[in-house]
């Protein structure tokens, strides 16, 4: 089943993407939710004409995307968190406590566009993350969790 996204689907694709599903997926979970609509042929025509005229918008976005990326380059951050014997915390460090982190530095990222490779953090030391601006600027970010004094 060809369908059109209306919205960004995790593991599938972004909004106005053109996919490929199982029938009973499509039928019963992205076209009820609102995640996406048929892709006939008259909805085709109007996605590429809606695409045409979206571009030089798109266009903006990335530029405005790589300047809030651009940001990322000069800081070095360290976020701060209870710490146990050795190195284990107190708890875990997710993208949630990153994406605050990053609000306090000036950088406003929604977390669920950051990603932390490994899932959440439980040991003190540096780690790596995937943070999307757009969905052609995805950048990594390297940052270091550190014991409370």
């Given amino acids: 089943m060809e369908l059109i996204l ?4 995790e593991n599938l694709g972004f909004a106005d993407d053109v996919v490929t ?13 609102g995640f996406a609509v048929l892709a006939t042929s008259s909805a085709k025509k109007v996605l590429a004409e809606n695409l045409k005229q979206r ?28 710490a146990g ?8 460090i997710s993208n949630a406590d990153l994406s605050d982190a990053l609000a306090d530095k ?17 040991r003190l030391g540096q ?12 950048i990594d970010f390297t940052f270091e969790v550190i014991a409370e004094a």
Wanted: no cysteine; net charge positive; aromatic share 8%.
């Fill in 6 to 9: 209306k919205k960004d689907v």
């Fill in 21 to 33: 599903v199982k029938n009973g997926y499509g039928r019963n979970y992205l076209i009820p939710q």
């Fill in 55 to 82: 571009a030089h918008k798109e266009q903006e976005a990335i530029k405005q995307a790589k300047e809030e990326a651009s940001k990322l380059d000069d800081i070095e951050l360290k976020i701060t968190a209870k």
């Fill in 85 to 92: 014997s050795g190195d284990k915390l107190f708890g875990s």
């Fill in 106 to 122: 000036g950088v406003e990222v929604d977390r669920k566009f950051i990603s932390i490779f490994g899932g959440n953090i439980k």
């Fill in 127 to 138: 780690y790596d993350a995937k943070i999307r601006f757009h969905r052609e600027v995805v």
